[in-house]
C-alpha cells in the first residue's frame, strides 16, 4: 500500500572509505558522520556524487484537540489560533530559526477550532478539532486517509519544486495528550511511561491527564489493530498529516527532518505502516517531554542535539539544520589525506 525504495546500500563502502580518509581520526566527527552516510545512501546515485540540501522547507502542521476540554493543558484551543497569528506575523522562535538557518517556513491547518483566513496559512482542514478520544473516537478512518492524501499532494508540491528536504514540527492544545495515547497503543508502554506534563500542568492536572489517556485506551481497546486504526481512535489531525508527510517523503526519496515528541509518534505510526520509512527520518533531538527518550530508543533513533527542549513548532529540527549543513560541507570539501578532495565547493546553500 506504502511503496518506500530502500535506500541505497550499494555504495556504502565507497562512502565510508571517503569518510574515513579525510584528514581527521577516523569516527572523530561522531554524528556528522552518520549523517553523512545516511544523505549520502539517499541521494547518491554514484559513488562520486556530491552532497547538497535543497531548498529545505519547514512544515508546522497545526490542529486542536476535543481533549483539549478536559484540563490536560494549561491552555485552551484559542491558544492554538494565537500561535498561529504570531507565525504568520514572523515573531515565534520557529520563524527566528528558519530565517537563521535559511528554512522556508509553511504553517498548514489540519483543522483548528478557530481558523484563520490568512493567505499565508495553508488550509488543509479535516474538520474543527478532534472528538474527545476517552469518548469517542477521534475521527473516521476515511478522514485518516485523506489526510494521507493532503499531506502527500503538499511533499509532491515541494519535492516538484526543488525540495530535497523537508522538516516537520506541530502545534495544537492537547496534542500531547493524543500523541501519549498513540504512543501507548502502538508500542506497550504503560501509559505512566507515555505521558508527562506537556505544557507544564501541575501533578493533580498530570494524574487526569494520565486516566483520560488510560480511559481512551481501554474505550477503543477492540479496534487498536494497526496503526491506521490507531490513529483514527487516537490520534490528531496534525499527528495524521505529519505521519502522512513521512510516507509521502519517503516513497519519493527524500529525507525527514523530525523534531520532537509528538512530530516522532507522528514517525513511529509511519514506520509501522511502512518499515523503510525509518531510512529517510532525522531525528534532530531528544526534548524534555516525557517519554520522549523510551520513543526515540523504541524507533532506535540517535538524535543529533539534547537541548531540554519542549516548545514544539519544530523548533528542534529547525536547530539541526546547521549540523546537517556541516554533514554535507565536510564530505564535500574537507580534504583527503591524500589531498584528493581538496577544493569541493559547497553544495548546500542551493535554494
Known amino acids: 500500500m506504502y511503496s518506500v525504495t530502500p535506500v541505497n546500500h550499494s555504495f556504502d563502502e565507497a562512502i565510508?572509505?571517503?569518510?574515513h580518509h579525510k584528514t581527521k581520526l577516523r569516527g572523530s566527527l561522531g554524528k556528522l558522520e552518520e549523517v553523512a552516510l545516511k544523505l549520502a545512501r539517499i541521494q547518491f546515485k554514484s559513488p562520486d556524487d556530491k552532497l547538497a540540501i535543497k531548498k529545505p522547507v519547514m512544515l508546522v502542521f497545526a490542529a486542536d484537540h476535543g481533549v483539549a476540554d478536559f484540563g490536560v493543558s494549561v491552555g485552551n484551543s484559542a491558544l492554538t489560533a494565537e500561535m498561529i497569528e504570531n507565525f504568520v506575523k514572523g515573531g515565534a522562535a520557529i520563524n527566528v530559526f528558519c530565517r537563521q538557518n535559511g528554512l522556508a517556513l509553511e504553517v498548514i491547518d489540519c483543522g483548528t477550532r478557530h481558523p484563520l483566513s490568512l493567505p499565508q496559512v495553508i488550509n488543509q482542514r479535516l474538520g474543527d478539532a478532534t472528538k474527545p478520544i476517552h469518548l469517542e473516537e477521534a475521527m473516521?478512518?476515511?478522514t485518516v486517509f485523506e489526510g494521507f492524501k493532503k499531506a502527500k499532494e503538499l511533499v509532491k508540491h515541494h519535492i516538484y519544486n526543488g525540495s530535497n528536504m523537508l522538516a516537520v514540527g506541530e502545534i495544537g492544545i492537547g496534542n500531547t495528550t493524543s500523541?501519549?495515547?498513540?504512543?501507548?497503543?502502538?508500542?506497550?508502554?504503560?501509559?505512566?511511561e507515555c505521558t508527562g506534563r506537556g505544557s507544564g500542568i501541575d501533578e493533580d492536572s498530570l494524574k487526569e491527564k494520565r486516566m483520560i489517556v488510560e480511559r481512551a485506551l481501554q474505550l477503543h481497546y477492540a479496534n487498536l489493530t494497526d496503526p491506521?486504526?490507531?490513529?483514527?481512535?487516537?490520534?490528531?489531525?496534525?499527528?495524521?498529516?505529519?505521519?502522512g508527510a513521512m510516507l509521502a517523503a519517503a516513497e519519493f526519496g527524500v529525507p525527514v527532518v523530525v523534531d520532537g515528541f509528538t512530530s516522532s509518534v507522528a514517525a513511529l505510526a509511519a514506520v509501522k505502516l511502512a518499515p523503510g520509512v525509518r531510512e529517510y527520518l532525522i531525528f534532530a533531538h531528544q526534548s524534555a517531554?516525557?517519554?520522549?527518550?523510551?520513543l526515540l530508543g523504541r524507533l532506535d533513533a540517535h538524535p543529533m542535539l539534547h537541548l531540554n527542549l519542549r516548545l514544539g513548532e519544530?523548533?528542534?529540527?529547525?536547530?539541526?539544520m546547521p549540523l546537517l549543513h556541516s554533514a554535507v560541507n565536510f564530505y564535500n570539501e574537507m580534504a583527503a589525506v591524500d589531498g584528493s578532495d581538496a577544493g569541493y565547493g559547497c553544495n548546500c546553500s542551493d535554494k
Not at 500523541?179 to 505512566?192: E, F, P, Q, R
Not at 519544530?314 to 539541526?320: K, N, P, Q, R, Y
Open 228 to 243: 491506521v486504526r490507531t490513529l483514527a481512535c487516537l490520534g490528531g489531525f496534525e499527528i495524521v498529516q505529519m505521519t
Open 314 to 320: 519544530g523548533s528542534g529540527a529547525a536547530l539541526a
Open 16 to 19: 565510508k572509505s571517503r569518510i
Open 289 to 294: 517531554v516525557y517519554g520522549h527518550k523510551q
Open 179 to 192: 500523541a501519549s495515547a498513540v504512543m501507548a497503543a502502538l508500542t506497550g508502554i504503560t501509559v505512566a
Open 140 to 142: 473516521s478512518i476515511e
